[in-house]
């Protein structure tokens, strides 16, 4: 399958994007530097892909388990009905809890796909209930991480 962008993006978007991707922190200066730019344009290259959306936000990676949260679990979920007022309530329920740091609708084997975190199991457990008890749910199956081996942010920028 071709790789497919944005046509406004050029060679040094791609460049601004995979530095950023890899270091969120780093100055203007350093970044200007590190892309063969004066800080200026870069600057205003950067602000650009912000306001078109291409950079959503910059967020530092945590540790879970430094944190107390030990568990991390998947729950493929099947809702009782595909209408788009199930699905968009559904949403709604589990954008609200902390602990479902990610909610996809998916195709193929359930409607949705949730990677949660919880402090130990009882909590995964009752996480579990929880979302098992929820109005629009039909079943529900979870999966808990055993290990990561990769986890990575964001996406392949070309010329990576």
Known sequence: MAEE?????????????????????????ELARRVGLSAPPC?????RLEEAGV?????????????????????????????EAVLSEFERLVTEWPEVRECHMIRGGGDFLLRLVARDTAHEN?????LTAASPVA???????????????????PGD
Do not use: C
């Open 5 to 29: 962008q944005d046509p406004s993006l050029d060679d040094v978007d791609l460049r601004l994007l995979a530095e950023l991707q890899a270091d969120g922190r780093m100055t203007n200066v």
């Open 43 to 47: 600057l205003r290259r950067v602000r």
């Open 55 to 83: 950079i959503r936000g910059y967020h530092a990676a945590l540790d879970p388990a430094a944190l107390g949260w030990e568990v991390t679990f998947f729950a493929l979920v099947g809702l009782e009905s595909q209408k």
């Open 126 to 130: 009752a996480l579990t209930r929880r």
């Open 139 to 157: 079943r529900v199956q979870t999966l808990q991480t055993i290990r990561t081996a990769k986890e990575e942010p964001g996406v392949p920028v």
